[in-house]
């Protein structure tokens, strides 16, 4: 058993919550995930190591409830345990020392991408951040951001902080002041970071993407995650998460994504109308 040690409702369905797990914490790495499962009955979802501490042994995450499985993880408070917690999972970042790296993180994407801008401003990189949510309540991170980063820019769909539109707008602007970029790292919703890869291809920048392919066992055997990079089909959970973005086949990427759709909504709309959360026939109304 996992004991959840912190929970915290960051945002409208969006969670901060940090899982005592030592053997985890010892060995992560920025870029890594791990896998967990609430309950005996319940189902395994990856999420990123958003954060770590060595000395108290936990592990951060921050999540967006999207259906089922994250709602029922969102009710778990502090003191509650999760069953399992396997990880870390995946290859850590590749950190060099490039020169200017540019980090964009969509939404939720900004948690994962901040231990990554740490160890490349460890490495010795100059760090130009762009963080983009929906509005000023929605950003994450920012803080936290700020401290890795030589600048940092905020962009809101809403233009209620920072730059009034996306990510990539930002992006398109760094560019044409001239600045000289060696790596690009873009982690958030599919469509951003394809965006960001459409802009980066025009100029020939170096772009690291995270993939979120589907993923059951996450050790490289059932291939529910392949995805297509470079032509070749590799699995995002072992060959991955991070992937050379201007090579990744983002369309059948985002149609894989919606394969479960039907029964992922069945599922979560199961669970809002029942009690007990599995739509059983003693509970039904
Ligand atoms: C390596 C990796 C790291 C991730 N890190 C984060 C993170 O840090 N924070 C975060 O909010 N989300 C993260 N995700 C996505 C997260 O795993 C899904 O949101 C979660 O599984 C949804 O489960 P659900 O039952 O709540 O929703 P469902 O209704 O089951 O699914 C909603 C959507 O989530 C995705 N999804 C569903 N099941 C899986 C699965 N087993 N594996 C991957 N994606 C799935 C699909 O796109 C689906 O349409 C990550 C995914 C991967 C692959
Ligand atoms: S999750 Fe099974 S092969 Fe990657």
């Known amino acids: 058993m996992y004991k959840i040690t912190y929970a915290e409702q960051l945002a409208p369905n969006l969670m ?7 053997p985890v914490a010892r060995k992560a790495a920025a870029g890594q995930f791990i896998i967990l499962r609430i309950n005996e009955t319940g189902e395994r979802i990856p999420l990123t190591i958003s954060d770590y501490d060595r000395e108290k042994g936990t592990i951060s995450l921050i999540f967006q409830v999207v259906g089922k499985t994250t709602a029922l993880l969102a009710a778990l408070r502090g003191g509650d345990t999760i069953l399992d917690f396997a990880g870390p999972l995946g290859l850590a970042t590749e950190v060099e020392n490039w020169g200017t790296v540019v980090c964009i993180g969509g939404g939720v994407g900004t948690a994962p ?3 990554q801008a740490r160890a490349f401003k460890a490495a010795g990189n100059k760090i130009i951040s762009i963080v983009g949510s929906r509005n000023a309540d929605s950003l994450i991170y920012e803080d936290k951001m700020a401290a890795v980063s030589d600048e940092l820019i905020i962009a809101t769909d809403d233009g209620s902080k920072g730059h009034h ?19 690009v790292v873009a982690i958030g919703p599919l469509p951003m970071m394809r965006a960001v890869c459409h802009i980066t291809k025009e100029y020939n920048l170096k772009t690291s ?17 392949r995805v297509t990079v470079g032509g070749k089909t590799l699995f995002s ?34 669970h809002r109308r029942h009690a007990c959360g599995e739509g059983c026939q003693k509970c039904r109304k």
């Open 16 to 22: 901060a919550m940090d899982v005592e797990a030592p």
């Open 209 to 225: 993407v995270s993939l979120n392919a589907i993923m059951v066992d996450g050790t490289g055997m059932c291939g529910c995650c």
């Open 237 to 270: 959970c072992v060959d991955g998460p991070d992937f050379d973005g201007l090579e990744v086949d983002f369309e059948e990427l985002i149609l894989r994504q919606r394969r479960f759709h039907s029964e992922e909504k069945l599922s979560f709309d199961l």
């Open 113 to 115: 991408i901040y231990p």
């Open 165 to 183: 539109g996306f990510v990539t707008q930002v992006l398109q602007k760094i560019i044409d002041r001239g600045e000289k970029i060696d790596h």
